[in-house]
């Protein structure tokens, strides 16, 4: 059962959330027009970069306030959880 969260940052992340799926759209007409393989690197690298920095600013606030609670109710499972979402996200 998840527990709903309080979460600081949603207006953040789904605006840059949105910048990145409009870049991608515009890598995919980019592979669709085709252009030079290395200007769709370069974008698709620039993509990548916007979805992990997304990714850092959701686990900054999952620690400070979902984690920071967990703890001080002694829910030590949610450290687990944690540490599982780490280790898919830096895959």
Known sequence: MQLEHKHTETKNVVNRLSRAIGHLEAVKKMVIDGKD????LIQL???NAAINNTGKIIL???????VADA?????????DQLEDAINKFIR
């Open 37 to 40: 393989c290395t200007d769709i």
């Open 45 to 47: 690298s620039a993509v």
């Open 60 to 66: 900054v606030d999952h620690i400070r306030h979902c």
């Open 71 to 79: 703890v001080e109710k002694e829910d030590h499972t949610v450290l």
